[in-house]
């Protein structure tokens, strides 16, 4: 008989309490307005970004990845893998392809085209070299410890250019 008690008492114990009552449809409704209104305004924001700011997001993500996979990091001055990351979105935008900016082409878009440049170029694949100063190796003296930037820091690096 005293099991039968106990167990009735776990049950009682695991019904809610009146404080969790379910709220007024005032007060819901108004938690819906809020709710609703800061999912607009972040729709919106992402709205608002142009083609190049997505770009520059997507290749800010491939940089850390493929630093990542490669065992490379980045310039130990932040700001010259940030140009060279803006100038792939730009080229990935324009171009359709992330065409290498630290080179002179007759014909980008040939160039875009072929492939041989896009980054990762072949150089960078086959043996590690990479001319922009994007991916370096340990033994690179410009070589720093960071293998990630966020896209937002790499966006107040070149917010003056």
């Known amino acids: 008989m005293a099991r039968r008690d106990t167990g009735r008492m776990a049950l009682n114990h695991l019904q809610a309490p009146a404080p969790f009552a379910p709220q007024s449809r005032r007060n819901r409704d108004s938690c819906l307005c809020r709710c609703e209104t800061a999912n607009a ?6 709205a608002e970004m142009t083609e190049t ?13 493929y630093n990542k996979v490669a065992g490379t990091t980045y310039c130990s001055d932040l700001s010259i893998p940030a140009v060279v990351i803006k100038g792939l979105a730009e080229h990935k935008v324009t171009l359709g392809a992330p065409l290498c900016p630290c080179r002179h082409y007759d014909d980008k878009q040939a160039e875009a085209d072929q492939g041989f440049w896009n980054c990762p170029c072949v150089p960078m694949r086959e043996r590690k070299e990479c001319h922009c100063m994007l991916f370096l190796t340990d033994d690179n003296d410009f070589a720093g410890d960071e293998v990630s930037v966020s896209p937002e820091e790499v966006a107040k690096m070149i917010s003056g250019l």
């Open 41 to 46: 305004v972040e729709a919106k924001a992402k």
């Open 53 to 65: 700011d997505k770009a520059l997001v997507a290749m800010t993500n491939f940089a850390n990845r």
